[in-house]
């Protein structure tokens, strides 16, 4: 009992908490802009869901939209920038709780609304802003601790968040494979012949994939071994790197050779809720070492003639 007491509410270092907050802010901010120019189409009331059978399909639920309001194209405009300005408070960590419960309500309020074009992202923004509301926020790498600092601004909060936090990417990745396994394109190793040719392909003109099947397969199946060992790997602090760049080399292939970059970019914020304290002070000393290389190497001087030094 006492282990998992420890397991929930042991300390954990809340500059974790931030780069979740952090990067879930940026995420979120790219996934607003991509749906902007379609906002009207989606979120108002002349829009490709009718507003009325919607309510009559939603009567009785627990939640519903604030969309349902504010059904107007100027009134869909100015949730959107009132979304994008909860967003960058988020980042900044001004007036955190407050802006994290108006992220989350965003995102509970465009999926309850358009949920016939939703993807797979918009889940895992939903679920990670709630988790974000729930979990303690701390005040480090904040607005909020340079406006009022405190003392114990910096102090070990409990993990229980990160853990939900971890959980939750687990079973991301879980149920990704065990829908695929299943699947014969997986199976025969063909998916990404088939979908290079698909509108979601960067390049659908191009028959490469299908012209060299072994690459495919091949391609295939380091995406399903990756998916399957990444949550594994990062749970371990000596295979935890190796876990990072594997998912984020996958997520980098998805991005450039999708038209999923959005999807990419909403990947980053469960990743950061495995880094501890060593990971955290290891990057920013990698961080500072680079920064003191670049601001260490020669300035060119120009020479008498007006031409640049060798």
Same mark, same amino acid.
Request: with cysteine; charged share 15%.
């Given at each position: ?39 009207? #189409?989606?979120?108002? +009331? ?43 408070? +988020? ?52 607005? @909020? ?23 939750? +990417? ?12 299943? @699947? ?22 191009? +028959?490469?994939?299908?012209?060299? #099947? ?61 880094? #501890? ?34």
């Amino acid at each position: 009992m006492k282990r998992v007491i420890a397991f929930f509410w042991g300390p954990a270092d809340p500059r974790a908490y931030a780069l979740v907050r952090i990067t879930l802010a940026v995420a979120a901010l790219v996934n607003l802009a991509d749906l902007w120019p379609h906002r009207y #189409e989606y979120l108002a +009331l002349g829009g490709m869901v009718p507003l009325d059978g919607l309510r009559r399909a939603t009567a009785g639920k627990l939640y519903g939209s604030i969309f349902y309001a504010v059904p107007s194209e100027a009134g869909v405009t100015a949730l959107f920038i009132g979304a994008a300005v909860a967003l960058v408070a +988020l980042g900044l960590g001004w007036w955190t709780r407050v802006a994290a419960a108006l992220v989350f309500a965003w995102h509970l309020s465009y999926c309850h609304r358009a949920f016939p074009v939703l993807h797979g992202w918009d889940a895992i923004l939903r679920s990670y802003s709630l988790l974000v509301l729930v979990s303690p926020s701390g005040r480090v790498w904040s607005l @909020d601790h340079i406006r009022r600092p405190r003392p114990d601004d910096a102090a070990d909060v409990p993990a229980y968040g990160l853990r939900m936090m971890q959980w939750q +990417l687990f079973v991301l990745y879980f149920m990704t494979v065990w829908l695929k396994v299943p @699947d014969s394109f997986w199976r025969s190793g063909q998916v990404l012949a088939y979908f290079s040719v698909s509108q979601y392909s960067r390049t659908p003109n191009s +028959l490469f994939l299908v012209r060299h #099947e072994w690459m495919s397969t091949i391609g295939t199946y380091l995406s399903m071994a990756a998916e399957a060992s990444i949550p594994w790997l990062l749970w371990s602090r000596r295979t935890r790197f190796l876990g990072m760049a594997a998912g984020f080399g996958l997520h980098f292939m998805i991005g450039t050779t999708a038209r999923l970059g959005v999807f990419s970019i909403c990947m980053i914020p469960p990743y950061m809720a495995y880094l #501890e304290r060593g990971d955290i002070d290891w990057l920013i000393a990698l961080y500072r070492r680079a920064r003191s290389s670049i601001a260490r190497r020669p300035v060119p001087r120009a020479s008498a003639s007006g031409e640049r030094a060798d």
